[in-house]
């Protein structure tokens, strides 16, 4: 055998898995046919992070006016935002490259189909390798009637470069967390944004409560959306889109007219092409690899991570699933076995949860209890002009145990590190009450939400 260790594909997944295995003394080698780093450096996580964060600048230049400081109207250089985004991107995948090489993990350049279970062709070579790991991620699930030309019908791929000029109109097509953060980018350049959603609340997957108060804010920004409607199609009349809208309840149609469409309906397994067949590996539901806790597939040695087996399609996962196959490969006691993933959407504010939502932990049979605390309370978020959202609780009155934590806050992402922990370390609403955190930060929100469970919150009256 060529390898101890062969890893189809680089992105978050299989580049974790590839660098876990080489740490712990397998001779690996990773196959991939794109850039390393996959979706999350090249089209995903990282270019969205670095656009939200020129547009919220943009936006944060007008309102600095609220406290005396006036830059003039901002002007964007889209050509140079385009290149600073490029810079991040070719500097994070060239890390990986060299984090490769100091493993002494082996880049295999080229695309790989398994010949049989212990042989796979990468490119136009053959490698043998006595494990497998299955990390080839997804790709952008078509709509039907909006055929992707990234010109006029674009998808995340397609947003991620600026077009100059810009467009005046965007139709967004879908309010999950990819829809929403391109329209907040978009919405903040000057665009006319409106986003629909087929479900009824905005990020189908988060707390209704939290998806509420988060929709009425990206709302306040100038962003229309509409939940409850579908996009038919469209017909082109003079460079404008005619986008037949439908009411998903009542079947009523309507015509809106657009400049650019963003198709962002979600994301499907890159399972297919592969030769699954010749290895023996099964396929699940909708092109999904199933696996067990130890992210085996049906043939023992082979293993499958990442977005490839299933939601969530987030790159901590991907991570969290290649350092668990990549350490049970290597002999080690590890098992894919988390109390909950995080979720955030990077707007400002964000949008960040982990664990159970009111409603998901209602029909789970628990005593529900709930505390929450408004932004506008914490005198951080007022010292950064910046008080919209709120922090909220879920937990189990029985046991007072920490169930679920959803936050709508700027740097709700990093306010969420605590609550992950609580989860995992199954700590009581009490727990958190009891830990004492920096004044004035943010994260006192959490503090404060939790003491609100109780009714003992010191900054809101309590109710
Ligand atoms: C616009 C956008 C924004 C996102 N933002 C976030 C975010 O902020 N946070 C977050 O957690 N997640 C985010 N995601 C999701 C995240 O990118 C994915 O969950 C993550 O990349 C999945 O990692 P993966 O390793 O499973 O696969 P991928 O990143 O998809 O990587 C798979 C790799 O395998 C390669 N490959 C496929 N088939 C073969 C083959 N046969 N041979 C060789 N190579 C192959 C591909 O070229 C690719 O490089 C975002 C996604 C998108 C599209």
């Known amino acids: 055998m060529d390898y101890d260790l062969l890893v189809i594909g680089a992105g978050p997944g299989g580049y974790h898995a590839a660098i876990r295995a080489a740490q712990l003394g397998l001779k690996v080698a990773c196959a991939e046919m794109g850039n390393l780093g996959g ?31 006036s830059f003039g109207e901002p002007t964007l250089d889209i050509a140079k935002l385009n290149g600073w985004k490029d810079g991040i991107v ?11 090489k100091a493993n002494k993990v082996t880049h295999l350049v080229g695309q790989a189909r398994f010949l049989d279970a212990n042989t796979v062709q990468v490119g136009d070579q053959k490698v043998t ?21 990234q010109n006029r019908i674009i998808d995340s791929t397609g947003a991620l ?22 329209s907040q980018v978009y919405n903040n350049m000057g665009v006319k944004v409106k986003v629909i959603e087929f479900a009824p609340q905005v990020v189908p997957a988060a707390d209704a409560d939290a998806a509420k108060e988060f929709a009425k804010i990206l709302r306040k920004q100038g962003i229309e959306i ?8 469209y017909t082109e009349r003079d460079g404008e889109l005619h986008v037949e809208i439908e009411d998903v309840k009542t079947g009523e149609k309507r015509t809106e007219v657009f400049d650019k469409i963003l198709v962002a309906v979600g994301r499907r397994p890159r ?8 290895a023996g590996v099964k396929v699940g539901e909708r092109g999904f690899i199933p696996v067990d806790h130890e992210l085996r597939t049906n043939v023992p040695h082979i293993f499958a991570i990442g977005d490839v087996i299933g939601n969530p399609m987030l790159a901590h996962k991907a991570m969290k699933e290649g350092l668990v196959a990549a350490e049970v490969i290597a002999g080690k006691k590890s098992a894919m076995d988390v109390v909950a993933i995080p979720a955030v959407v990077y707007t400002t504010p964000e949008l960040a949860w982990v664990g159970l939502t009111e409603a998901e932990a209602k029909a789970k049979g628990y005593n529900v209890k709930t505390g929450t605390f408004p932004m506008s309370a914490s005198g951080r978020a007022m010292t950064l002009g910046d008080t919209d959202g709120f922090v909220k609780m879920i937990s189990d ?4 145990l920490v169930l679920g934590v959803h936050i709508v806050a ?40 939790a003491e609100n469970v109780h009714k003992q919150a010191i900054h809101i009256i309590n109710r």
């Open 271 to 278: 399972s297919a092409d592969l030769g699954l067949e010749a």
């Open 161 to 182: 470069v600026v077009p100059d000029p810009l467009p005046k109109r965007m139709l967004a097509i879908g309010a999950g967390a990819i829809g929403l953060e391109f």
């Open 90 to 100: 070719k500097r994070l995948t060239g890390g990986v490259g060299g984090l490769f």
């Open 226 to 233: 509409e939940t409850g409607v579908k996009a038919n199609g």
């Open 397 to 400: 009155a029985d046991t007072d």
């Open 410 to 449: 700027p740097h709700g992402s990093d306010m969420l590190g605590e609550a992950g922990l609580a989860l995992e370390m199954a700590a009581t609403v009490t727990d958190i009450s009891l830990t004492v955190h920096s004044h004035p930060t943010l994260s006192e929100a959490v503090l404060e939400a």
């Open 129 to 149: 390798a006595r494990n497998v790991i299955i990390a080839t991620g997804s790709d952008v699930a078509p709509l039907p009637g909006f055929p992707v030309d």
């Open 39 to 69: 979706v999350c450096l090249n089209i995903g996580c990282i270019p969205t992070k670095a656009l939200l964060h020129a547009g919220e600048e943009m936006r944060s230049a007008k309102h600095a006016a609220d406290f005396g400081l």
